[in-house]
C-alpha cells in the first residue's frame, strides 16, 4: 500500500512538473534580431547629415533641405535597422528645438517634435 501511494504521488510530481514547463528557442540572426550596421552619423560644418562606413568608406549625404535650419551635431541618430535618421535642430526664427526624422535617401521627412526644449536625442544609434 506505502509503494502504491509513493507511485502515485511521484507519478503527480511529474504530470505537474511537465504542466508547467516552458519551453523558450532562441532567436538567432534573421531579420528579426538587430544586427550592428556598420555605420557611423554625423554632421558636417555646414549642417549636412552624412552617413558612412565605421573606416570612413561608402559615405552619402542624408539631402535634407529645410529653410533657415541648423542641425545640431550631437542631435544626429540612426535607427536601430539603419534605415530612418533622427535629427534635432532650430530655426533661425525660432528659440525652440524641432525633432524631424527621414529615410536615409532624405525621403519622407515628418516633425517628430515641435518647439521642445533641448531636443538633444540621447541613447544608443
Known amino acids: 500500500m506505502g509503494s502504491a501511494v509513493l507511485t502515485a504521488l511521484s507519478l503527480s510530481i511529474i504530470a505537474f512538473q511537465m504542466s508547467c514547463s516552458k519551453s523558450a528557442n532562441a532567436q538567432t540572426g534573421g531579420t528579426t534580431g538587430l544586427t550592428q550596421l556598420g555605420k557611423i552619423i554625423y554632421t558636417s560644418t555646414n549642417y549636412q547629415i552624412w552617413i558612412a562606413n565605421y573606416d570612413g568608406s561608402n559615405k552619402k549625404l542624408v539631402p535634407v ?13 540612426l535607427s536601430p535597422d539603419g534605415k530612418t535618421v533622427f535629427f534635432t535642430g ?5 528659440l525652440f528645438n524641432t525633432i524631424y ?20 536625442l540621447n541613447g544608443a544609434n
Open 101 to 120: 526624422s527621414c529615410g536615409v535617401d532624405g525621403s519622407n521627412l515628418t516633425k517628430v517634435v515641435d518647439s521642445c526644449y533641448g531636443g538633444v
Open 90 to 94: 532650430q530655426q533661425s526664427s525660432n
Open 65 to 77: 533641405t529645410l529653410p533657415n535650419f541648423s542641425i545640431f551635431p550631437n542631435g544626429v541618430k
